[in-house]
Every structure is written in structure tokens, then in C-alpha cells.
């Protein structure tokens, strides 16, 4: 499509004009670009169409704008960008991406210092040239030192689970600030995302100044990019940033719903807007059901707005009723190291359960390593049945306490390289559940290691598959897998297939959990604990499902005990 390549040859013009100074001609430039980028219909289809009088009609382009998208149209170029870009021949994608650096900048850069990309700034910046130039000094230099590391480091993202718990004490901090009217996170930690690149608060106040002091006082705050009455910035110690955004209560929902995202749901929503015949933007709407409202749409969850099929589901009153932060009745991987010491062990389990009542679990399942897995002590078959025999009286114990927990003794065994289980089928049988995964040999070829799995789910003992992609999160790839065909074996054997809550596996990726919903596996939300403080982790595991669309009926530990059991057996 010519929509995009163009969009993108006018968001440079902006950048360039500004850097010639020249006035209100990059705001229209700019305007034009989102326009295109919002529009369904190939521009070259309009202009065949309706000429240069349709083009003018588009939302952002007037008559000299019009003429430019012709001259791409016809020739495959703009000469007024080339000229631009000839003055100033710059890699402003990637010089705009560092933190601080805007037109003026690049400008001033390449004008004294002949700065073209990132390489060349950064090379500046060492030899200490940066400091020198006129405006800049030490602090600026080190500033944009600071970001060309940290776009390099891990692309900049960070791990939703290291994340969360932190961004949790200062929305609170925030929250009891009393200009604050309003206040609601945003952007993908909204979205919960499983890497986030930065944070994003929204507030409503009427004393912005003083919400910003606020904020770019906050401890933790080692750099502030920019400050205004609308936007602020700022850089955390742990290395992520912050971005704040205030806005008056009447446009709290616009606000709300743009800065939420995703990028790409914002431009199909505003897409789906234009063709009801107004405009969609930030202001003026005061909760974000009134926003999908007015595009004839239900609410939609915030994990689910990554532009997937979510609008065209809310459109014909087919969103999936996804699952509750509330709705888990259990866990069903929780670690107790009974082979490295049993004495702690047992102590673990009790810990274990005093958690799963705190959280109003209706099952636990203790999940041990098993014998082939030496590096964690794992069990062999006569361990098992040791602890299946303590797990058991333990039950007796909590009967006679009245209490509704029940302890479910399991295992997580391992899936050796040719697909069978490191224990016998006799002692896996007397276990409440087996889970299976592989934790071996994840170098093999797609089709072997398909098949591996594939026996395993074929043994009638095996419930629950584990790290179905042994990926580490920034640290391990994905093992390769033909997905479908185990999904299919899946079904056709009743396999339950673990979604992991733990930050760094998050084993079945929202994809993979909308592939298995529609072909009709059922899943088991898990958080493979090996302390019972993790078991908190259940709630990436649960936004981890709600992005993969599942329902209540696609998750077995959504469900009672009772019901739940019968899945295993
Ligand atoms: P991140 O920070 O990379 O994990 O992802 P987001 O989604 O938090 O992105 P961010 O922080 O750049 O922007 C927050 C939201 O603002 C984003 O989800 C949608 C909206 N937004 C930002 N830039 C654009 C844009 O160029 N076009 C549109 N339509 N929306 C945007
Ligand atoms: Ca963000
Ligand atoms: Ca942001």
C-alpha cells in the first residue's frame, strides 16, 4: 500500500522543514501523515477514482499536499524531500529514537559535527565533542550517552512481572495526591503486555505544575527528559522511563483510550470512525465506554486492543467474555524440593496452603521435579508416592479443620528426547495429576521434537504439558514446534496445556493461547512456584490468557474442584 511508504517520506518532511525553520508547514505535513497512516483505502485507488479533488477531501491534506501524494503516485518520489534531504542528508528515524534529540538538535548536530546516524553520534558523544558545542554541555552529552545504551540494551524493554510491582507503589503515591482527580495507567502495562518499553500514567488535575513537581521528585527519578503542564518524562534508577500525561476530566476517556493503545487499535478505531463520518481523538469524551460507543462498539478489554480481530469481533457482538483477575479457583505447579531436604519441604508445602487460603483457592497441586532432572533434586517413584502419602494425611488434617482446600500431590516429569516419562507409568497412575514438559535436548529439529511431545500426550497418564515453548524471555529462544499438529493431538488425546505465569517463561505466548481456544484445548493457568510467595505471579499468567482471548470454559482451573478432577482423571 502507498499509504504508509508515504506517510512516512511526510513525517520526515516535518522533521526536515522544522530543521529549515520554515513555519506551519511541518504541523500540516505531520497532519497529513496520520491521516494517511488511519486510512483503509489505497490513496492511489482514490486518486484513479476521484482525482485530485477526492485527494483534498482526505482528513490532513489540502490542495499542495494533494499534489504531492500525485507526484508519488506518478513518478515513485517527492523532489521537495529530496532536495530537503539532500541539505540535510540524516537517518532521522534513528536519530529522533534517542531521547532529547528533536529537529533543532539534528540540525545543529549536523551542521557543526556532521552527524548523520546513530553511530556518528555516539562516537561524538565519546570524544567528548558534544559538551563542547554551543547550548550543550556535560550533562546533555551524557544524557544522550545514557539513551543510545539503553536503546541498545534489551532493545529497551522490561519484563512486565520485574515491572509491575513497582509501578504499583507509585500509582499509589499519585493516587493520594490530593491535585490528583483522577488517575489510570495506560500505554501496554495497561495492556499487560509481556515486555514493556515504557510506563504510562494519565491524571486528571486542575494544578498540573504540581503534579509534575510530584512526579519528578518522585526517589528513583535519576533524569527528567522534559517537563511541561501536559507531558513529563523522566528516567527511573532501574532503567525504564516514565512518561505522565494530565488532562481535564471531560477528556479523561479519549485521553484514556488513545494513550492506551495499541498504536495499531488506535488507528483502526480511528479508521472505523471516519467511516461513521467524524473524528476520533484525544479530547472530549469523558470514559472510554462512551468512545467505543460512539464507533457502535461494546467496551473492549485493554488486553485485548492490539488490532487482532478485536473490533471486527465487537462489531458483530462476538468479543469473547474473557476471563477475570478473579476467576482462578487453583494452582497446580508449585515446587516443594522434597528431594533436596524433606524437613523444608514439608514446611514449603505449609506454606503453600497457607497461601492458597489467604488467596481463596479451592486446590493446590505440589509438583515436584522428577529423577532425570538430578540438578534439582528431582524425585524418583518411591519419593513420590513418600510424599503423595504426607500430602494425603496433610488433607486428613484440613478435613478435620473444615477447611475447603484440598491438596492435590502431583509431579512435573520430564519428557525425555525420545518422548517417553523418567518415571513408571504404575507410580504416575497413583498421582493426583503428571505434568510433563521437556527440560532437555531443546536444540532438536522441529519434526523430532513434535514428535516427542506427541508421545508423551499419547501416554494416558500424562495430563498437563509444561513449556510447551522453553523460551526465557530476553535470555532463550523458543524450541521449534509445528504448533497445529499439537494442538490437534491435543485434542484428539484430551491434553491440557500449561500456561505459565512465571515473568521470564510465560510459556504459550497470547498467540498461541488464541490457537488453542479455537481448536478447543483446554489450558491450565499456572504460576510453577518455587517459593510460595510466587504464587502471586498467577496474575501474568491470567493477563497472559486474557490476551490469548481465553474464557472461562477454556481454563480447567477456572473451574471447581470437582470439575476441575474430572478434566484430570
Ligand atoms: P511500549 O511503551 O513500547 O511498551 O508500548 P506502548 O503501547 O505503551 O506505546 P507508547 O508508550 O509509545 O505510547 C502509548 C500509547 O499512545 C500507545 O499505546 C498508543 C498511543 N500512541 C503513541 N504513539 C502513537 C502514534 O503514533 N499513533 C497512534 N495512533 N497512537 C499512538
Ligand atoms: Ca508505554
Ligand atoms: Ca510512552
Known amino acids: 500500500m502507498n499509504n504508509q511508504e508515504i506517510a512516512k517520506i511526510f513525517h520526515e518532511i516535518a522533521v526536515l522543514l522544522e530543521i529549515e525553520d520554515v513555519a506551519f508547514k511541518p504541523q500540516a505535513y505531520e497532519k497529513a501523515a496520520m491521516g494517511l497512516e488511519a486510512l483503509s483505502e489505497d490513496v492511489e485507488k482514490i486518486y484513479k477514482r476521484g482525482g485530485i479533488k477526492e485527494l483534498e477531501e482526505l482528513p490532513g491534506v489540502g490542495k499542495g499536499i494533494a499534489e504531492k501524494i500525485i507526484e508519488y503516485l506518478k513518478t515513485g ?43 556518528d553520534l555516539e562516537r561524538a558523544a565519546r570524544a567528548g565533542k558534544i559538551r563542547r558545542l ?12 545514557e539513551s543510545i545504551e539503553f536503546l541498545k540494551r534489551s532493545k529497551g524493554r522490561f519484563l512486565l512481572g520485574e515491572i509491575l510491582p513497582e509501578v504499583r507503589e507509585i500509582y499509589k503515591k499519585l493516587k493520594n495526591l490530593k491535585e490528583v482527580k483522577k488517575i489510570s495507567l495506560a500505554g501496554s502495562l495497561r495492556r499487560m503486555k509481556e515486555t514493556i518499553g515504557d510506563i504510562d500514567f494519565l491524571v486528571v488535575s486542575r494544578q498540573p505544575e504540581k503534579v509534575m513537581n510530584f512526579f519528578i521528585s518522585l526517589p528513583g527519578v535519576i533524569k527528567i527528559w522534559g517537563k511541561g503542564a501536559t507531558k513529563t518524562s523522566v528516567r527511573m534508577r532501574q532503567g525504564y522511563d516514565m512518561d505522565i500525561r494530565v488532562v481535564a476530566g471531560k477528556s479523561f476517556g479519549s485521553a484514556l483510550q488513545y494513550f492506551t493503545g495499541s ?21 472530549g469524551i469523558k470514559t472510554e465506554e462512551e468512545v467505543y460507543k460512539k464507533i457502535g462498539l461494546p467496551y473492549i478489554e485493554p488486553e485485548l486492543r492490539e488490532n487482532t480481530g478485536e473490533l471486527e469481533a465487537g462489531l458483530r457482538g462476538k468479543l469473547p467474555k474473557i476471563i477475570g483477575y478473579q476467576d482462578i479457583c487453583g494452582d497446580l505447579h508449585c515446587h516443594s524440593h522434597w528431594g533436596a531436604d524433606k524437613n523444608k519441604a514439608i514446611k514449603q508445602i505449609e506454606n503453600f496452603v497457607r497461601l492458597a487460603r489467604e488467596m481463596n483457592y479451592e486446590y493446590v497441586g505440589i509438583s515436584d521435579h522428577t529423577k532425570f532432572l538430578a540438578i534439582e533434586h528431582g524425585l524418583d517413584e518411591k519419593q513420590l508416592l513418600e510424599q503423595k502419602k504426607f500430602i ?18 502431583g509431579c512435573e516429569a520430564n519428557i525425555m528426547a525420545d518422548g517417553s516419562i523418567d518415571i513408571n507409568d504404575k507410580t504416575l497412575a497413583k498421582l493426583d495429576y503428571v505434568i510433563a514438559g521437556v527440560h532437555s535436548q531443546f536444540k532438536m529439529n522441529r519434526e523430532k521434537m513434535t514428535e516427542r511431545i506427541i508421545r508423551a500426550m499419547r501416554n494416558p497418564n500424562v495430563d498437563i ?36 505465569a512465571y515473568p521470564v ?8 493461547i488464541r490457537k488453542a481456544k ?12 518455587h517459593q510460595s510467595e510466587q504464587m502471586r505471579f498467577m496474575e501474568y499468567g491470567i493477563s497472559q490468557a486474557r490476551r490469548g482471548w481465553a474464557e472461562k470454559k477454556d481454563i480447567i482451573n477456572c473451574w471447581s474442584a470437582e470439575k476441575m478432577l474430572g478434566m484430570l482423571k
Open 263 to 283: 498504536k495499531e487499535h488506535n488507528i483502526a478505531t480511528r479508521k472505523l470512525a471516519m467511516e461513521k463520518g467524524f473524528k476520533l481523538n484525544e479530547y
Open 465 to 500: 504439558i509444561s513449556h510447551l515453548t522453553g523460551r526465557i524471555i530476553q535470555q532463550r529462544d523458543e524450541y521449534e514446534i509445528d504448533f497445529d499438529k499439537i494442538l490437534k493431538a491435543a485434542k484428539e488425546t484430551g491434553t491440557i496445556l500449561e500456561i505459565n
Open 392 to 409: 494425603d494425611k496433610l488433607n486428613q488434617k484440613l478435613k478435620i479443620e473444615n477447611c475447603k482446600l484440598k491438596i492435590l500431590c
Open 505 to 512: 517463561r510465560l510459556d504459550l505466548k497470547d498467540s498461541n
Open 518 to 529: 479455537e481448536a478447543g484445548v483446554k489450558m491450565v493457568i499456572n504460576t510453577d512456584s
Open 134 to 145: 554551543e547550548n550543550f554541555g556535560e550533562k546533555s552529552e551524557q544524557n544522550i550517552l
Open 77 to 119: 518520489k517527492i523532489k521537495e524531500y529530496q532536495q530537503l534531504k539532500k541539505k540535510t542528508p540524516v537517518d532521522i528515524e534513528e536519530l529522533t529514537a534517542v531521547e532529547g534529540i528533536g529537529p533543532k538538535t539534528i540540525s545543529i548536530l549536523y551542521k557543526v559535527l556532521s552527524i548523520k546516524n546513530l553511530k
